[in-house]
């Protein structure tokens, strides 16, 4: 059960009423990271309109242009017996690569998590959100080098809107904290849930590493798999959903995600210039291809953008499994795959680590695509 949190006071942020001049941006969006408790302790305070730094800029108002004709599909990957029927093997390799080439997105079930488990996951992010407020205080930071980062908005200081989320996350690859400095509400469901998530990975990777044309063990050999972090959001319950966001268009810095949502739904992704939702299933997870998996493959795999909706509804939790070293400190170079460029087919991008890829990605925040810096020019290529 979530214990009640505590009633806080509303920091003084200023709503949209107010005229122009009365807003400072760079002002409002301190006094609210000071609070370090952040969306639901406005909520907690019983906000009825949402201060102005969440409003988003009027050009992304296009939540009605959703596809009705097209019948987008999400296609639905089943694991089972995945590793004992060669000829379900190849049936699913088969649906791994159309989707990863023209959605960036599927969803997977019969992955072996249970569904217990599954639940207890989604319980534990409510838990820790839903705390007395002084007791998660202590664990608001953006220092990546901590056991647990707890905030809201990891770019709140760089991006242009400010998503209706808070976040806390756990790495647990390629060096994992001692579990004795998590807190105690999630802890053991946090380690125990990384472990399920990196088999699934693995297994992941040797698919789509077939899909490539590839040993089944290509991926998983250049170290795609070497690093992990559980990224739980929260989303509270927002009073004018309508002119928030839950969390900004953007594409995914790492190889794959591996996403556990709730059945409150509004992830969409964009497809054909339309979003598309991706309802949740049941006991499923949802895979999709990150910026990082575009590079290696040479835009052969796609990194497709998508958002999250804020809604009255709530709250709604999701946890993110991203597989990807992040800034951990590593001279290894990744660019497109040798085995996959011809004359047809040259290089599209630059070779980088996978720390100055994501440093590039948290200095620009969401919505904006790290994969153009990246690009070879026509001269290099």
Not at 10 to 31: G, M
Request: aromatic share 8%.
């Amino acid at each position: 059960m979530a214990v009640a949190a505590s009633r806080v006071n509303a920091p003084n942020l200023t709503p949209l009423s107010k005229a122009d001049e009365n807003y400072h941006r760079p002002t409002d969006l301190k006094a609210f990271d000071d609070t370090k408790a952040g969306v639901k302790g406005l909520v907690d305070a019983g906000i009825t309109e949402i201060p102005r730094i969440f409003y988003r800029p009027p050009e992304t108002f296009d939540s009605d242009n959703i596809s009705g004709e097209t019948q987008v599909h999400i296609p639905v990957v089943d694991l089972d017996h995945i590793n004992k029927n060669s000829l379900k093997r190849k049936y699913t390799i088969d649906i791994v690569r159309e989707a990863s080439e023209k959605l960036g997105f599927f969803q997977l079930v019969n992955h072996g998590i249970p569904v217990d488990v599954l639940e207890e996951m989604k319980d534990a992010v409510r838990r820790f959100n839903e705390q007395e407020t002084e007791s998660k205080k202590q664990y608001y930071t953006r220092d990546l080098s901590k056991p647990l980062i707890y905030n809201s908005n990891f770019d709140l200081y760089t991006a242009a809107t400010t998503n209706w989320r808070d976040t806390f996350g756990y790495i647990s690859a390629p060096n994992s904290h001692n579990p004795q400095d998590l807190p105690e509400i999630c802890r053991d469901i946090l380690v125990d849930y990384s472990k399920r998530v990196m088999e699934i990975g693995n297994l992941l990777f040797e698919l789509l590493s077939e899909a490539l044309g590839l040993n089944p063990n290509y991926l998983k050999n250049i170290d795609c798999n070497e690093g992990l972090a559980l990224v739980c959001h929260y989303y509270p319950p927002c009073p004018q959903p309508n002119l928030a966001i839950g969390t900004s268009e953007h594409t995914d810095n790492d190889f794959i995600t591996v996403l556990l949502q709730d059945q409150i739904g509004g992830l969409q992704i964009r497809y054909e210039n339309k979003w598309v939702d991706v309802p949740p299933v049941a006991g499923a997870l949802v895979v999709n291809i990150g910026d990082l998996m575009q590079l290696i493959t040479n835009d052969k795999f796609k990194s497709v953008k998508h958002r999250v909706l804020a809604n009255k509804k709530g709250p709604r939790v999701s946890v993110a499994g991203i597989f990807s070293t992040l800034t951990f400190p590593t001279s290894k170079l990744y660019g497109p795959i040798k085995e996959l460029l011809s004359e047809q087919s040259p290089a599209i991008y630059r070779e980088t680590t996978i720390r100055d890829f994501n440093i590039q990605f948290r200095s620009d925040g969401l919505g904006t695509s790290t994969l153009q810096h990246f690009k070879l020019s026509q001269a290099d290529a």
